[in-house]
């Protein structure tokens, strides 16, 4: 069963500061995915990546396969991306499902 | 707005009560998933459908029903529930089963069994 770390759990920014999430996972993998999910619970999927780099508006998510670790960075950070942000893995295909880390806790202060 | 809805958005229950959630997707996808999310604890897979038969059933007590109807639909139905499961359920869809395939998920039905 892979193992998905994430860091930090909280993190607390100023307005406009640049944000790094890290992820780290045991077992090699086919897919990673970073979600957003909002204080009212509902969760949006960011990305979905299995190598290299992916870049939307002021979002990047990054991975590096033989490291087994992505991270997911925000740029000119806004009290509205105050957010958990989760890290979720698929090791295989079917229905395997995926394995979702404990989600960094973002607050981004004005 | 979300393609995908859940009803209700928050329900309490009693141990003896039966109750059930809904999901509906308006995206035409063909895989829908049933998650619970307790407090401070990792997001973790309860059932998968694809084309409305379940494909995955992760050790999940039978107080907990999952039906399909059709690949629109997924209902979770609940009976004799502990104050354990009080958590936030979510439903997601995607367009075939598999985890490369982008899930979108619901705004999920906060539960608390008193």
């Known amino acids: 069963k892979n193992e998905v770390e994430q860091s930090p759990q909280n993190l607390t920014a100023q307005e406009g500061e640049f944000i790094t999430i890290n992820c780290s996972y045991s077992?090699?993998?086919?897919?990673l995915h970073w979600l957003q999910q909002h204080p009212g619970g509902g969760i949006v999927s960011l990305f979905m990546?299995?190598?290299g780099k992916k870049k939307h508006g002021r979002l990047i998510a990054t991975i590096n396969i033989q490291e087994k670790h992505s991270s997911l960075h925000i740029t000119a950070s806004h009290p509205r991306d105050s957010a958990v942000y989760i890290c979720a893995v698929a090791s295989g295909g079917g229905a395997d499902g995926l394995t979702f880390g404990k989600g960094t806790h973002l607050i981004i202060q004005p | 707005e979300t393609g995908v809805t859940q009803t209700p958005r928050h329900l309490v229950m009693g141990m003896t009560n039966k109750k059930s959630l809904k999901c509906e997707q308006h995206l035409g996808h063909n895989a829908m998933y049933w998650y619970k999310q307790s407090a401070k604890k990792p997001l973790e897979l309860m059932f998968v459908y694809s084309l409305e038969e379940r494909v995955e059933n992760n050790s999940v007590p039978s107080r907990f029903s999952p039906e399909c109807p059709n690949s629109s639909h997924l209902f979770l139905h609940l009976h004799t529930l502990q104050p354990e499961d009080s958590a936030l359920y979510l439903c997601a869809s995607s367009q075939e089963m598999g985890v490369s395939y982008e899930q979108y998920f619901g705004p999920g039905t906060r539960l608390t069994v008193t």
């Open positions: 990546l299995s190598s």
């Open positions: 077992v090699g993998i086919s897919a």
